[in-house]
């Protein structure tokens, strides 16, 4: 079996990388997650966000329902929400800060 290695982001939790790699699919909440974090635009980072938030609670739903056991996946998701969760965070209070030093430049 031949693996492709390809570096991943500083900021994409190793988890989420792996368990790609090792299973060699990618679920739309991988995706909506890949497309929050790397998003160049700080303007549609909330909305790329909210979508991640979304699929990822919708996953793991789908887990909780169907009794199924992947504690890789689950761990994945945990550690994608605490993620999103940081990294919005993060852009509140750098938003904030932007806004005060604009506000004061202009005076």
């Known amino acids: 079996?031949?693996?492709?290695?390809s570096a991943a982001?500083?900021?994409?939790p190793l988890d989420v990388f792996v368990s790609t790699l090792l299973h060699g699919h990618d679920p739309n909440w991988r995706?909506?997650?890949r497309a929050a974090?790397?998003?160049?635009d700080l303007a549609k980072i909330p909305t790329h966000i909210t979508e991640a938030e979304k699929e990822i609670?919708?996953?793991?739903?789908?887990?909780?329902?169907?009794n199924?056991?992947?504690?890789?996946e689950e761990q994945a998701l945990d550690s994608a929400m605490c993620t999103l969760h940081v990294f919005r965070s993060t852009l509140k209070k750098n938003g904030a800060r932007f806004a005060a030093k604009g506000s004061e430049a202009a005076q």
Do not use: G, H, K, W
């Open 9 to 12: 982001p500083l900021f994409l």
């Open 57 to 66: 609670v919708q996953r793991a739903r789908e887990f909780f329902q169907q």
């Open 1 to 5: 079996m031949s693996v492709q290695v």
């Open 37 to 40: 974090i790397l998003e160049p």
């Open 31 to 33: 995706t909506l997650y």
């Open 68 to 72: 199924q056991n992947n504690l890789d």
